[in-house]
């Protein structure tokens, strides 16, 4: 049974950092790319970033460039991702994916505000 459960989130000041993780069981992760998505009130659901099976290759929405990184372990089946620099428009609840299937978390709030 695929499970991907994320953690991390909460409430931070702009300007602040967190760091997401996305802890995955139940099927071959090192063998998946896998991705981090958001979705905020109101707004459709959007990618904002990936990461290649091997974590070599990863790639960023325009939004969250040099503000987020995306990382993975394999050996602890665990994905990652790194944010700083906050903004208010950052706040979404945010989901891991695997890559080409339907396979989600259930998601982490961010809320970011003052």
């Known amino acids: 049974q695929v499970e991907l459960v994320e953690s991390g989130g909460g409430l931070v000041q702009p300007g602040g950092s967190l760091r997401l993780s996305c802890a995955a069981s139940?099927?071959?992760?090192?063998?998946?790319?896998m991705n981090w998505y958001r979705q905020a009130p109101g707004k459709e659901r959007e990618l904002v970033a990936a990461i290649t099976s091997d974590g070599r290759i990863t790639n960023y929405a325009d939004s969250v460039k040099g503000r987020f990184t995306i990382s993975r372990d394999n050996a602890k089946n665990t994905m990652y991702l790194q944010m700083i620099s906050l903004k208010a428009e950052d706040t979404a609840v945010y989901y891991c994916?695997?890559?080409?299937?339907?396979?989600w978390g259930q998601g982490t709030q961010v809320t970011v505000s003052s």
């Open positions: 139940g099927f071959a992760f090192s063998t998946y790319a």
């Open positions: 994916k695997v890559a080409l299937r339907k396979w």
